[in-house]
């Protein structure tokens, strides 16, 4: 059987209704009738809606796992590993219609180790992002956050990894 996400198991434990659609549009609706002044998003596959990214007071926040504009897109904690990153880190950020372009919030760095894998890096961003969506929350709600646009500079595009990705061929020459 499938394990909740430790968000989903808090949500219930905390008698808090949790909705699962399987395409963004289909709750629109239901967030709508959500009583909230902001949607908090993160690690999110699907891009959401003018809509919804304007319904409540605040907008839609999204806690992001690089160090933005670098590494926007799907899969930011792999590519800064795979690139040998030395540090990376987290960006809260308004949402926009474009895929991780909205303005910055907050942003903390981190060193990362060089032996660093997904899974360890995942494991710490996911501990900064959850310190740091409280601050930036608060921040949204006395007004004394502010909003800097991302420009295009070191922007680079974190593609979805594929399974061919990780076939490694053993009959190539190291050297070569």
Known sequence: ALQPTPVKAAAEHLGLPVFQPAKVREAADMLEQTPADVIVVAAFGQLIPSRILHMKKFGCVNV??????????AAPIQWAVIDGEKES????????VGLDTGDMLEQKAIPLDEKETGGSMFDKLSALGGSMILSTLKGLEDGTI???PQGESETSYAKMLTKEMGHIDWTKDAAS
Not at 89 to 96: E, Y
């Open 89 to 96: 880190g987290v960006t809260t950020m308004m949402m926009d």
């Open 64 to 73: 992001h796992a690089s160090l933005l504009p670098k590494y926007r897109g």
């Open 146 to 148: 502010t909003r800097t």
